[in-house]
Nanobody, 116 residues
Framework: QVQLEESGGGLVQPGGSLRLSCAAS????????MKWYRQAPGKERELVAD????????SYADSVKGRFTISRDNGKNTVYLQMNSLKPEDTAVYYC?????????WGQGTQVTVSS
């Protein structure tokens, strides 16, 4: 029943910006923390950003702190990831995530490629 759908990925030059979205359904969105993860080829999936249920507190991986911003619109059941000052090492498939009833749910992912 839980469904997550990422969008907004694409090709961008180093130093550029991109905004990812994740549309959620099948659960009471406003009651859950949401997270963004990313996974590059051959690498482990890593946590990028975290936001609490009401959006009042956020946290970030050191590698993206100061460049990425996670936000949410509980009225739209959507979580966002604004990515600025992008670097080639940000290239990965980005996934949104929610943990509900001890289960981790994932979307299909959206590809972000940072290259000149």
């Amino acid at each position: 029943q839980v469904q997550l759908e990422e969008s907004g990925g694409g090709l961008v030059q180093p130093g550029g910006s991109l905004r990812l979205s994740c549309a959620a359904s099948g659960f009471t969105f406003s009651n859950y923390a949401m997270k963004w993860y990313r996974q590059a080829p051959g690498k482990e999936r890593e946590l990028v950003a975290d936001i609490i249920s009401n959006g009042g507190s956020t946290s970030y991986a050191d590698s993206v702190k100061g460049r990425f911003t996670i936000s949410r619109d509980n009225g739209k059941n959507t979580v966002y990831l604004q990515m600025n000052s992008l670097k080639p090492e940000d290239t990965a498939v980005y996934y949104c995530n929610v943990k509900k009833n001890y289960i981790y749910y994932w979307g299909q992912g959206t590809q972000v490629t940072v290259s000149s």
